[in-house]
């Protein structure tokens, strides 16, 4: 998959940081952050292109990836308030305190066009939930909650799984029952997120699917998105 991105490099104090984001936005995507349950909300292209993201993330350990969505077409459902996102390898060690001020000093940003590898993601998201079954697997999605950004902490496999997630439901959400009709459909759900101690609700982050109004443009995957029309000689 070909992604087309932003990239900046703004710099705090002697340090140097590489953040890319997609370009253009993701326009019909919507994220509602985990208290405990989120949802990530979006159409095949916002899906098909976190995937694209996620992928992109788990083989870029000194890259912040930054998912502007707030800004975003607000989508019929959801009361809470809508967050970015940002994903960063585990070692990168960016503390979401000093977040607001790197967001700060962005810029404008450079055009940057990458290309993921799906058979890798692919292999790596398997590698992911075999082990993520053994007893004492730690291979987890760390989050945090700041400055209206949620954030996601990983390894390479565990991002390839969300990857897979994400292209999971763009593949399967248009063929979901009642989605031509504007209603949403839960399709799947972001991988080993860490839990709170102490027991409660566990922490989910739902990825559902669903098309951007006016309805009557989508077409479900099987079906012609023309109707044929009758020839002269038809009855």
């Not at 995507?29 to 095949?44: I, K, N, R, W």
């Not at 899906?47 to 502007?68: C, D, E, K, Q």
């Not at 607000?74 to 585990?90: K, M, S, T």
């Not at 590698?127 to 004492?136: C, I, L, N, T, Y």
Request: glycine letters at 8%; one cysteine or more; charged letters at 25%.
């Amino acid at each position: 998959m070909q992604l087309r991105l932003l990239q900046h490099r703004p710099r705090t104090g002697p340090h140097e940081h590489r953040v890319v984001q997609p370009h253009p936005p993701l326009r019909h995507t919507s994220l509602f952050a985990p208290e405990p349950v989120g949802m990530l909300l979006g159409d095949h292209d916002g899906l098909n292109r976190l995937a694209g993201l996620f992928s992109f993330a788990a083989y870029s350990r000194h890259t912040l990836v930054r998912v502007p969505l707030r800004d975003a077409v607000a989508p019929d459902e959801g009361l809470e308030e809508r967050v970015d996102l940002v994903l960063a390898h585990h070692s990168y060690g960016l503390r979401p305190s000093a977040w607001p001020r790197l967001r700060r000093v962005l810029g404008p940003g450079t055009p940057l066009a990458v290309r993921t590898d799906e058979a890798r993601t692919d292999r790596d998201a398997a590698a992911w939930r075999e082990r993520a079954v053994r007893p004492g697997c730690r291979d987890e999605l760390r989050h945090a909650l700041h400055a209206r950004t949620f954030f996601l902490f990983g390894s390479r496999d565990v991002f390839a799984e969300a990857a897979m997630s994400c292209a999971h439901a763009a593949g399967w959400g248009p063929r979901q029952k009642g989605v031509t009709q504007g209603r949403l459909a839960m399709v799947s759900s972001l991988p080993g997120l860490v839990q709170q101690p102490g027991g409660g609700h566990p922490h989910e982050v739902l990825i559902c699917y669903k098309p951007y109004p006016p309805y009557a443009h989508f077409t479900p995957p099987g079906r012609s998105a023309r109707r044929r029309r009758p020839t002269a000689a038809s009855p």
